[in-house]
C-alpha cells in the first residue's frame, strides 16, 4: 500500500502523505512513494497543477528516527536521504508545474525542505518550522530557494520559527486556521488553473532557475532568455487564447498546447 495517495481531477493533482501515526516522518517507503507519485504527475499531460499536503496534526517531522539511528550502525545515512531526495522530480525543482505545499502542521529538519520545495506555500496558524540538524553536531545542506538571509540565520542554527513570522517575512504565501489550509492552497490552485498553463509554467521555472542561480544572472543575458521563451510561447494554441480573452474578454479555453 502506497504511503503517498494521488488524485488528480479537472488538472489538479493532491498528493497526500498518509503516514500519520508516525507524523509523516520520511522513510525510504515515504520517500519512494513521493518520489515516484511526483514523477507521475510530472509526466501527466493532465496535471497542471499539483498540491503536497500531509494526513494528521503534523505537515512532516523530517527524517524517521529508525532510518536515522542506522547512522550510529555505520551506514551513511546523510548521503542516502540526500540521494534518494535528489532523485524526487519536486525536491529537484523539475516536476515542470506549478507547486503548493499545504502545510497543516509543524514540520521539522527534511519536513521543513518538503514544505519549502513548493511555489507557494500555505501554512497552519499553530505550526513551527524547526531545523534540528545543528542539535545533532550535523550541517544543514538541502536548502530550498527564496528564504529571506534572517530566517535562513535562524533556522540554520536550529532555532523555531513560528508560522506568523514566516508568513511576515514572505517565507509562506498565505497563513489561515488548520482547518482552512487546504481550502486555502486550493484557492491558489483554481485561480492558477484560469491563466495561460504553459505560460504559468514558463514564468515559474524562470523563478526557480533565479533560486538555484542556474539562469544567466547578467540582465542583458536574462532579457534575451526572456525574449527567446516569449517568442516560443506566441507560438501556442494557449497564447491565442490569452489574447482572445485579452482582446476581446472571449472565455479562454486552454489546452496546454
Known sequence: MSLVELTVKDHLALLMMRRAEKKNALNEALLTDLREAWERVRQDDDAWIAI???????????????????????????????????????????????????????????????ALAADFRVVSETAIFRMPEPDMGG?????????????????????????RRAYETGLVNEICPRENVMDVATDIAQQLLRKPPLAIRKNISMIRMLYAKLAPMDRYSLLDYCTQVGNMLAQTEDWKEAMAFFMERKPPSYQAK
Open 52 to 114: 503536497i499536503g500531509g494526513e494528521g496534526d503534523v505537515f512532516c517531522a523530517g527524517a524517521d528516527k529508525n532510518f536515522i539511528a542506522r547512522s550510529a550502525e555505520g551506514e551513511d545515512f546523510w548521503n542516502r536521504f540526500l540521494e534518494m531526495t535528489q532523485r524526487d522530480p519536486y525536491m529537484t525543482g523539475t516536476v515542470g508545474k506549478p507547486t503548493i505545499s499545504a502545510i497543516n502542521g509543524s514540520c521539522f529538519g527534511g519536513g521543513v525542505s518538503l
Open 139 to 163: 550541517l544543514i545542506i538541502d536548502w530550498q530557494g527564496g528564504v529571506p538571509s534572517p530566517i535562513l540565520a535562524q533556522l540554520n542554527i536550529g532555532l523555531p520559527l513560528t508560522a
